[in-house]
């Protein structure tokens, strides 16, 4: 029993030496010994190219490492994979649409506060003010400290509820069978070509939580690469300019993977598995979530 999150964080290490010797768009977590422009790596080595790094400094020398704002391989918090992060304090609230059938009386969706994986995103996207140190939040140990007004992120990739609730796609819903179904039927959706991802889809995967399937944040994105390609936004020419696919699931920079290297294939391709729109002949609507 003891023995095995150790083992885990073994594997933890050789998957990310192995994921960042492909030629991704973007910069694995680990790349360049850690020094990169990969959002997620909070290491104070890496504070020349990031916006949010740690204060150099700590006492414990965890400022420099990579994986400690999210794993730790002793006592992990029970919510997800050796996770080492104290759970949000905020309320959310759920995404507003008229037309959603999953908020609908009778649908078997489940849809209520994120949960689940989503959760483990929160904890640092929650962007909330009450706690300045939001991102050195560790679960094990003493807070991890960030410069000030580094400490929680603001602007367009904070969550609030606001957010959650109008700015991004839903998440934390079941969607399996019978939630199809019932989509499906409803005659405000009915040409809108719903289907469900394979279950043996390597990228676009639905979280198994109390024995169904879940929509959650990594459903869409993978918060250990970011393939974007950050030269590319849609429109193209848009005055504000905003990335296309960040932290994105799809492909792993192998040359075999539909839509590796191109952000804008990627991030359709992942809609598609569930919004098959080509069979309407909109093939070429690249519109990205939320548009604008
Ligand atoms: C910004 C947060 C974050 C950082 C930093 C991070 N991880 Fe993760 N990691 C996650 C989340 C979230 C999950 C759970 C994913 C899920 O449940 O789908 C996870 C899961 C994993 C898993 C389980 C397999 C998987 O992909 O679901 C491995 C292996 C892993 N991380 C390795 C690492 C290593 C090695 C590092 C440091 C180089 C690292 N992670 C840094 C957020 C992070
Ligand atoms: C340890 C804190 C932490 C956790 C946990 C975390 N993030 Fe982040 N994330 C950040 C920071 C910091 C940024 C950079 C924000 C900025 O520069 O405005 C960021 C940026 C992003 C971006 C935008 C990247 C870009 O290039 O614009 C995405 C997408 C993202 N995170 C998704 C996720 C998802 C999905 C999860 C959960 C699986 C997650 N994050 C978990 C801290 C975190
Ligand atoms: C249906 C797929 C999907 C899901 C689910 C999803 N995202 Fe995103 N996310 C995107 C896309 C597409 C973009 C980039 C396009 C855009 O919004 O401009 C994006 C952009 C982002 C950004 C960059 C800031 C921004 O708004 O452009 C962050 C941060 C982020 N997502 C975090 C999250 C978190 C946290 C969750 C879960 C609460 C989540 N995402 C769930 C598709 C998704
Ligand atoms: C895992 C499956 C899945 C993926 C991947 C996915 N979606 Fe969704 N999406 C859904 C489901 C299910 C709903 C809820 C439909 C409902 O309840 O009526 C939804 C809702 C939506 C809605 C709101 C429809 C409404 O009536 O308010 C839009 C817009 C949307 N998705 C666009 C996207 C885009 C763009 C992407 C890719 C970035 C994407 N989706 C990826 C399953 C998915």
């Known amino acids: 029993m003891r023995c095995k999150p150790l083992m885990l964080v073994v594997l933890l290490f050789v998957s990310a030496a192995g994921a960042g010797s492909v030629g991704?768009?973007?910069?694995?977590?680990?790349?360049?010994?850690?020094?990169?422009?990969?959002?997620?790596?909070?290491?104070?080595?890496?504070?020349?190219?990031?916006?949010?790094?740690?204060?150099?400094?700590?006492?414990?020398?965890?400022?420099?490492q990579i994986c400690i704002f999210c794993h730790t391989p002793h006592n992990a918090s029970?919510?997800?994979?050796?996770?080492?992060?104290?759970?949000?304090?905020?309320?959310?609230?759920?995404?507003?649409?008229?037309?959603?059938?999953?908020?609908?009386?009778?649908?078997?969706?489940?849809?209520?506060?994120?949960?689940?994986?989503?959760?483990?995103?929160?904890s640092c996207h929650d962007g909330i003010t009450a706690d300045l140190n939001v991102l050195?939040?560790?679960?094990?140990?003493?807070?991890?400290?960030?410069?000030?007004?580094?400490?929680?992120?603001?602007?367009?990739?904070?969550?609030?509820?606001?957010?959650?609730?109008?700015?991004?796609?839903?998440?934390?819903?079941?969607?399996?069978?019978?939630?199809?179904?019932?989509?499906?039927?409803?005659?405000?959706?009915?040409?809108?070509?719903?289907?469900?991802?394979?279950?043996?889809?390597?990228?676009?995967?639905?979280?198994?939580?109390?024995?169904k399937k879940w929509m959650q944040c990594t459903t869409c994105h993978d918060p250990h690469q970011n393939q974007t390609d950050d030269t590319a936004t849609y429109p193209s020419g848009y005055a504000q300019g905003r990335k296309i696919a960040p932290f994105w699931v799809y492909g792993n920079g192998n040359s075999s993977d539909v839509g590796a290297g191109n952000a804008s294939t990627a991030h359709d391709f992942v809609c598609q598995k569930c919004h098959n729109l080509t069979r309407y002949g909109f093939s070429n609507n690249s519109t990205a979530w939320p548009w604008p």
């Open 24 to 64: 991704a768009v973007g910069p694995k977590l680990g790349d360049n010994n850690g020094l990169n422009t990969n959002k997620h790596n909070l290491s104070s080595r890496n504070a020349a190219n990031v916006t949010y790094a740690a204060s150099p400094g700590d006492a414990l020398g965890r400022d420099t």
């Open 78 to 122: 029970p919510q997800g994979a050796l996770w080492n992060r104290k759970d949000t304090t905020s309320t959310f609230g759920i995404y507003t649409s008229s037309t959603l059938v999953i908020r609908r009386a009778g649908v078997p969706s489940s849809y209520g506060e994120p949960n689940g994986s989503s959760r483990l995103c929160l």
């Open 136 to 211: 050195g939040n560790v679960y094990v140990g003493a807070q991890i400290a960030f410069p000030a007004g580094k400490g929680k992120i603001s602007g367009v990739a904070a969550f609030d509820a606001n957010k959650v609730k109008y700015g991004h796609h839903p998440i934390s819903f079941v969607y399996d069978a019978s939630v199809l179904a019932a989509i499906q039927s409803d005659p405000l959706k009915n040409t809108q070509g719903y289907q469900l991802p394979s279950d043996t889809d390597p990228y676009v995967k639905l979280q198994k939580l109390q024995n």
